[in-house]
C-alpha cells in the first residue's frame, strides 16, 4: 500500500516520540501504573483526534490512515498497555459517538475525546457471559426522560481512569437482536459505580476494572444511535476495535523482529553469530513471517471496508492470524534473546504476556474460528 507525504508524516512524528513514551515502561508494568505523563503527550500529538471529523477538533483522516499512524504507535511505544489504552479510548467511545451519536452529544463530548481531556471506555462483558452479548442481563427500564440501568460490567478496560463509558443494556426482550441499547454514561452519575483496578497477567499498564449498575438514571438524549441498535453498533465497533488495536500489536511484532535480527547478528556462541544457526534463524524468519501476513489481512480487510464490503470472514481472520502471530513471535523473541530474554529488564517477557491477552479480547480466538466455521456453511 502507497502512503502519501502527509500520512508518513503523521505516522514520523508518532515513533520519533517512541523513546519518550516508553520512559520506565518497565517498572511502570510491574508496579500496574497508568502512565499519566505519557497520556499527556500522546495528547499532545493529536493522535487521539485522528479519525474524528475537524468540526469536532479531530484530524478527519480515514480508517486506512488511522491504522497507519497507530501501527507507528506500536512499533515506537514500548508500553504496550499505554498502546491499548488509546485504540480502546479511540474506538470504544469516540467511535460509535462520531457514526451514531446526535450532533448534542457530539457537541458535549466529542471534543474531549479528541484531545484526550475526558478518557473513554466501553462496557460490554458481563460477569456471567464474555462473547454471548445477546444473553446480557444488564437492564435498561425507560422512566420519563430517562432510562434506569441496573446490573453489573466485567473487564472494563480504561474503567479505574475513564469519564466516560459507552454502556451497553437490554432494552427488549434476551436473544433479539434489536434487544440492546448503547448509553453514554458519565463517570459522576449517580448509581454508576466503578470497582478497583484488577491485577492481570499482561497489559498492567492499562487498567482495568468491573462496574456496577443501581438505579443508575441516564437521560435518554444519551442515547447512541436509537432504542435497540445497539447489536448493529457494536458490530461497527468491533470491526474498528479489531482492525486498530491489533495493526498496532503489528507495528510492536515488527520492532521485536528488529530487536531479534541486531540481537542474532552480534550474539556470538561457539565462535559465530547465533542467528548463523539454522533454530534460531527459523524462529527469526517464522517472526517476519507473523508480522507481513498480519499487516497484509489487517490493512487489506480494512481498505475492503472502507469500500463497503462484507469483512465478516476477514475481520475473524485477521485477528486470529495477527493475535496468535503475535503469541508466536513474542516467545520466539524471548527464546532468542535466552536468559535475557526471560528476565524483566529487556522487557521481552512483558511482550509474550501483553501478547496472551489478543487472543481472549475482542472475542476468543475459539469464536473467531465458530464464526469463520459459520460463514463457509460448516
Given at each position: 500500500m502507497l502512503w502519501n507525504e502527509d500520512q508518513r508524516a503523521l505516522r514520523a512524528a508518532i515513533e520519533d516520540l517512541g523513546e519518550e513514551l516508553s520512559k520506565d515502561h518497565v517498572e511502570r508494568d510491574g508496579r500496574g501504573e497508568f502512565g499519566e505523563d505519557a497520556w499527556k503527550r500522546v495528547r499532545d500529538t493529536g493522535l487521539l483526534g485522528l479519525p474524528f471529523d475537524p468540526e469536532w477538533g479531530g484530524l478527519g483522516q480515514d480508517l486506512l490512515?488511522?491504522?497507519?499512524?497507530?501501527?507507528?504507535?506500536?512499533?515506537?511505544?514500548?508500553?504496550?498497555?499505554?498502546?491499548?489504552?488509546?485504540?480502546?479510548?479511540?474506538?470504544?467511545?469516540?467511535?460509535?459517538?462520531?457514526?451514531?451519536?446526535?450532533?448534542?452529544?457530539?457537541?458535549?463530548?466529542?471534543?474531549?475525546?479528541?484531545?484526550?481531556?475526558?478518557?473513554?471506555?466501553?462496557?460490554?462483558?458481563?460477569?456471567?457471559?464474555?462473547?454471548?452479548?445477546?444473553?446480557m442481563r444488564t437492564s435498561a427500564t425507560p422512566d420519563g426522560d430517562h432510562f434506569v440501568l441496573n446490573g453489573s460490567k466485567a473487564f472494563v478496560s480504561n474503567g479505574p481512569i475513564a469519564d466516560v463509558f459507552v454502556v451497553y443494556a437490554r432494552t427488549g426482550k434476551r436473544g433479539s437482536p434489536a434487544a440492546i441499547t448503547a448509553f453514554l454514561v458519565d463517570r459522576d452519575t449517580p448509581g454508576l459505580s466503578i470497582g478497583r483496578p484488577i491485577a492481570k497477567m499482561g497489559l498492567r499498564t492499562s487498567p482495568l476494572c468491573e462496574l456496577f449498575l443501581d438505579g443508575c438514571r441516564v437521560p435518554k438524549a444519551n442515547v447512541l444511535g436509537s432504542v435497540g441498535a445497539g447489536f448493529l453498533i457494536l458490530d461497527h465497533v468491533m470491526k474498528w476495535e479489531i482492525l486498530c488495536s491489533f495493526v498496532i500489536n503489528a507495528g510492536e511484532m515488527r520492532h521485536r523482529l528488529e530487536r531479534c535480527v541486531e540481537y542474532a547478528n552480534s550474539r556470538t556462541q561457539?565462535?559465530?553469530?547465533?542467528?548463523?544457526?539454522?533454530?534460531?534463524?527459523?524462529?527469526?524468519?517464522?517472526?517476519?513471517?507473523?508480522?507481513?501476513?498480519?499487516?497484509?489481512?489487517?490493512?487489506?480487510?480494512?481498505?475492503?471496508?472502507?469500500?463497503?464490503?462484507?469483512?465478516?470472514?476477514?475481520?475473524?481472520?485477521?485477528?486470529?492470524?495477527?493475535?496468535?502471530?503475535?503469541?508466536?513471535?513474542?516467545?520466539?523473541?524471548?527464546?532468542?534473546?535466552?536468559?535475557?530474554?526471560?528476565?524483566?529488564?529487556?522487557?521481552?517477557?512483558?511482550?509474550?504476556?501483553?501478547?496472551?491477552?489478543?487472543?481472549?479480547?475482542?472475542?476468543?480466538?475459539?469464536?473467531?474460528?465458530?464464526?469463520?466455521?459459520?460463514?463457509?456453511?460448516?
Open positions: 490512515t488511522t491504522m497507519y499512524v497507530l501501527e507507528g504507535l506500536g512499533y515506537g511505544c514500548r508500553d504496550g498497555g499505554l498502546n491499548f489504552s488509546t485504540s480502546t479510548h479511540v474506538v470504544s467511545a469516540g467511535v460509535p459517538l462520531q457514526r451514531f451519536g446526535s450532533t448534542d452529544l457530539k457537541d458535549r463530548y466529542l471534543p474531549r475525546i479528541c484531545d484526550g481531556s475526558a478518557i473513554g471506555a466501553h462496557a460490554i462483558t458481563e460477569p456471567e457471559g464474555g462473547s454471548d452479548v445477546m444473553a561457539f565462535g559465530k553469530p547465533i542467528g548463523q544457526y539454522q533454530s534460531v534463524a527459523n524462529k527469526i524468519v517464522e517472526m517476519k513471517i507473523a508480522v507481513e501476513n498480519s499487516r497484509k489481512w489487517l490493512y487489506d480487510t480494512a481498505e475492503r471496508l472502507q469500500n463497503g464490503e462484507n469483512v465478516t470472514v476477514d475481520i475473524a481472520i485477521s485477528k486470529l492470524v495477527t493475535s496468535e502471530g503475535n503469541v508466536s513471535s513474542a516467545l520466539a523473541a524471548v527464546q532468542v534473546f535466552g536468559g535475557y530474554g526471560y528476565t524483566a529488564e529487556y522487557g521481552l517477557e512483558k511482550d509474550l504476556r501483553n501478547a496472551v491477552a489478543g487472543t481472549i479480547y475482542s472475542g476468543t480466538s475459539d469464536i473467531q474460528r465458530q464464526r469463520i466455521a459459520s460463514m463457509i456453511g460448516l
